[in-house]
């Protein structure tokens, strides 16, 4: 079975560097857009977070808040209950072996690198939420 999972959107806050047995990855949100009209006329907008876990930390200085990015990979989701409101919701998140950022701008500069970086699409580590029987979703 083959669960991958491509997205577009908008980065909600700077990549972070996390290890996991030793290996690098680096972890962002992106925020997935959608608007519809229903029949009647009514204009509807839904957002989805998804968590996203990227092997290497190359693409670390692009990876910033409010950039538009480009995301394949692996979907996983995990259901948790709520501690503040007893509600049950359901996680999303790509181990991702393709990022592209839209634009390939620094944090602190606005200059295209000379060598474009390398998204690689080597194997995914699996991260701490990957496992079946762990109910958290991070």
Known sequence: MLKQLSIIGNIGLDAVVEENNGNKHLKFTVAVNESYTK?????????DWVTVYYPGVGLKPYLNKGAKVFVQGKMRTTSYKSQKDGNYHVGISINANIVEPFEWKKNEQ?????QPVTTAHEPVPIMAGDNPNDDLPF
């Open 39 to 47: 029949a009647n006329g009514d204009k509807v907008e839904n957002t």
């Open 110 to 114: 606005s200059a295209q690198p000379a």
